[in-house]
């Protein structure tokens, strides 16, 4: 995101730089970043009340973080930016790491796949793979709302991408992770369809996951 805005060099404290976090989780990790490494006024923003005492706890415990990182309550499910961003307010970045799963049965479904290959990575016995994958747990954290939502990734990006139409003008950069290759066309074929005059396709890789960042702007 430092990127994005161009405010990767030297100079990193950039403390008139806001960001929004959508989904901030149990942990905000993304405005944890923003705030600590480059001095960032941060909103995050959750529909669960518990991630967030869990992330007001953090903030609590960390006095760098007080006046810097604020949080927010999404009262309805089927809004994103509606009841965050307030009248008058700016945001220079919107982030955001959707659900990925459209249900829990889905998603437990792949994580057991998931399991199934780090066995056969390791060369494990049939035996043992089936004794780890009986259990339906996950192997990974999150909250419900942060794995899986109605219509799963596809879905929410198109709600995400809809409505931050409506508030271009108070976000220079809405941003999301895309975690499937396949929503990349149809998302940015939205975007541009609403109005955007600018986006960008960021790529990352760690170890053999690809993924990427859509990022798109109307101003």
Same mark, same amino acid.
Request: charged share 20%.
């Given at each position: 995101?430092?990127?994005?805005?161009?405010?990767?060099?030297?100079?990193?404290?950039?403390?008139?730089?806001?960001?929004?976090?959508?989904?901030?989780?149990?942990?905000?990790?993304?405005?944890?970043?923003?705030?600590?490494?480059?001095?960032?006024?941060?909103?995050?923003?959750?529909?669960?009340?518990? #991630?967030?005492? $869990?992330?007001?706890?953090?903030?609590?415990?960390?006095?760098? %973080? @007080? +006046?810097?990182?604020?949080? =927010?309550?999404?009262?309805?499910?089927?809004?994103?930016?509606?009841?965050?961003?307030?009248?008058?307010?700016?945001?220079?970045? #919107?982030?955001? $790491?959707?659900?990925?799963?459209?249900?829990?049965?889905?998603? %437990? @479904? +792949?994580?057991?796949?998931? =399991?199934?290959?780090?066995?056969?990575?390791?060369?494990?016995?049939?035996?043992?793979?089936?004794?780890?994958?009986?259990?339906?747990?996950?192997?990974?954290?999150?909250?419900?709302?942060?794995?899986?939502?109605?219509?799963?990734?596809?879905?929410?990006?198109?709600?995400?991408?809809?409505?931050?139409?409506?508030?271009?003008?108070?976000?220079?950069?809405?941003?999301?992770?895309?975690?499937?290759?396949?929503?990349?066309?149809?998302?940015?074929?939205?975007?541009?369809?609403?109005?955007?005059?600018?986006?960008?396709?960021?790529?990352?890789?760690?170890?053999?996951?690809?993924?990427?960042?859509?990022?798109?702007?109307?101003?």
């Amino acid at each position: 995101m430092a990127d994005l805005l161009g405010l990767g060099g030297p100079e990193l404290e950039q403390p008139n730089v806001k960001l929004l976090d959508i989904g901030t989780g149990a942990n905000g990790i993304y405005p944890l970043l923003a705030c600590q490494i480059y001095g960032w006024q941060c909103v995050g923003s959750d529909i669960n009340a518990q #991630s967030l005492e $869990n992330v007001a706890t953090i903030i609590a415990n960390n006095p760098t %973080l @007080k +006046g810097r990182f604020t949080l =927010r309550t999404q009262p309805d499910k089927h809004h994103i930016f509606e009841g965050i961003i307030q009248t008058g307010e700016f945001f220079d970045v #919107s982030v955001c $790491n959707p659900p990925f799963h459209a249900s829990l049965d889905d998603a %437990l @479904k +792949g994580n057991q796949l998931k =399991r199934n290959n780090l066995a056969r990575s390791r060369g494990e016995q049939r035996g043992e793979q089936k004794a780890k994958t009986d259990s339906p747990t996950l192997n990974f954290g999150g909250l419900g709302a942060e794995l899986w939502c109605k219509g799963g990734e596809q879905l929410f990006l198109k709600k995400l991408i809809r409505e931050s139409q409506v508030y271009s003008t108070q976000c220079r950069w809405f941003t999301s992770l895309v975690s499937k290759a396949d929503n990349v066309k149809p998302a940015k074929k939205l975007i541009h369809k609403l109005g955007a005059v600018d986006s960008r396709e960021i790529e990352m890789k760690q170890g053999n996951k690809i993924t990427r960042v859509l990022a798109w702007t109307f101003i």
